[in-house]
Structures are given as C-alpha cells and as structure tokens.
C-alpha cells in the first residue's frame, strides 16, 4: 500500500512545482502582451474598446489560438508515442474497471447517446461487491476509498478467460483498444503501457496544468470583455 501512496503523492508534488511553473510562463506572456503605461490587472473590468479591453482580447486569442493549439499538438505526440508499447496481457483493466457512474446511470446515459457509456455497457459488467473486486487490485480500491468522496463503482468484463485472454478480441470496442488513453492513470507494474506512462508523465502534467490556467483565464478574462 505505502508504494501506490508513494507514488500518488509523488505526482501530487511534482503537479505543484509544474503548475507554479506553467502559471508564471503564461503569465509571462500576458504581460508582454500588455500595453505599454496600462494600469489594471488582466482581471480587471474595462471600458469596450479601451486599451485595456484590447488587451483581455489579445489574452484571450493567444490562449485558444497559439497556446491551445500547441497543447493539443503536444497531446497528439504523446498518445502517438503510446504505439511504440504494447498490451502484455495482464489483464488488469479488463479485471477492474472503475468508474464515478452506477450501472443504472450508464445505462441511462448510454440510451440518451453518450458514446462513451454506449461501449462501457457493452462490454462490462458491475461486481457483485466491492470485496470481489478487492481481490483484483486491493490497493489502488483501498486508495480510492481512502482519498475519494464519491462513490466509485466497479466492473469487469465478462469475456475474459481464466488464462487472462479476450474471447471476443476482434470485436472488442474502441475503448478497450484505446487504453491506456490517460498518460496519467494508476497502472500496475506489469502493465505493457507503465514505461510509456512514466516517460510522458513530465509532460502530461506540464500540459494538464497548462489547461486548467488557461480555462480560469478565459472564465474570469470573459466575465469582463465581452462587448
């Protein structure tokens, strides 16, 4: 159990020192996108067409035009990177899948047309108990259960073999052939895709950090700079 905590706290720490880092950088940038004698804060509320308003404007296009688009850019080459590993059967996630919704609301999702849900309820199945699951992955359940305040269901699938093979693997869905597709998972040891997992880590935290400054600029910039 200390190993897994280890490890999440490990992440936790280095996402701060990376958020502090991102925020600085992009606040580098707003600055000098700032006209020269402004007083204000980005946050401030301006006059529409004021200096000031073109500046929150200027923000706000460098943000989903330039900074985006490089983190998207960035995000393809990960997931891309991803194809140089491979799947070595050890079943895991097959044998525990975990998710924040109840059987009866991913069904109710699915029948409303989320595509996601569609797939899930395809081809997994809830646990009769937490205790069966508990046996697949005893830690990563204590850990949830320790650090989460929702309730987390889980599942599995039921075309699994006893030696751990996919009965129906040809027709498996496309969230089965995309996993891992979060470089930030919780994966055990023998997963193929952990060394893909750790190499990328750095940067998928660079990035997702870099999403949730962008997303409180534009919510906070776009309060004021709307005409």
Known sequence: MSNLYSTVEKLRTEYREIFTKSAMEIQRKVDELKPHNLKGDIFDKFPSGSDGHKWQSAV??????????????KFQEVLA????????GCATCCNLACSEFSPEELKRRA??????????????IPY?????????YPEYIQMLED????EVYFYHC???????????YENRPQICRDFPDNPLSILPKACGYKKWKEEIEPVTLMLHSMIEIISYYKENI????QD
């Not at 990177?81 to 070595?88: A, M, N």
């Not at 650090?147 to 929702?150: G, M």
């Not at 776009?222 to 700079?225: A, I, L, T, V, W």
Request: net charge negative.
């Open 60 to 73: 706000l296009d460098m943000l989903e035009n330039e900074i985006s688009k490089e983190i998207y850019r």
């Open 81 to 88: 990177y991803r194809k140089e590993f491979h799947c070595v």
């Open 111 to 124: 029948e409303n047309g989320d595509n996601f849900a569609k797939q899930f309820t395809s081809i997994f």
């Open 128 to 136: 009769e108990s937490k205790e069966e699951a508990r046996k697949v």
């Open 147 to 150: 650090n989460k305040e929702d």
């Open 158 to 168: 039921p075309k699994l073999t006893k030696d751990n093979r996919c009965s129906d």
């Open 222 to 225: 776009c309060r004021y700079s």
